[in-house]
């Protein structure tokens, strides 16, 4: 496992952010709204929203495998990650 917490691998592997209106487009802000009608309280978020995601499998510092995902539930799941890792390291060089 890796954490990029200042983005360096995500811009040398090219994964950008997403547009503005991609992430507060009509049907994000009607959420917002609502929870404003509520009086549901909204917190800041932490991340950056707008960091676009991607995995990757590393073998010795190279990148053997990236998925960039179209959209953001359009993710591997960790099973397949951890597999496909199983499945390089068992390759003959």
């Known amino acids: ?7 360096t691998l995500y811009r040398r592997l090219g994964v950008g952010r997403a547009r503005l209106w991609h992430v507060y487009n009509p049907a994000t802000l009607a959420v917002y709204a609502r929870a404003a009608r509520r009086h549901q309280p909204l917190h800041r978020p932490e991340e950056d929203t707008r960091q676009l995601g991607a995995d990757a499998v590393m ?17 591997p799941t960790g099973a397949a990650v951890a597999q496909t890792g199983i499945d390089l390291a068992r390759r003959p060089r």
Do not use: E, F, I
Request: glycine residues 4%; aromatic residues 4%.
């Open 59 to 75: 073998v010795n510092g190279t990148v053997r495998v990236l998925w960039r995902p179209a959209s953001p539930d359009d993710r």
């Open 1 to 7: 496992m890796l954490s990029d917490t200042d983005r």
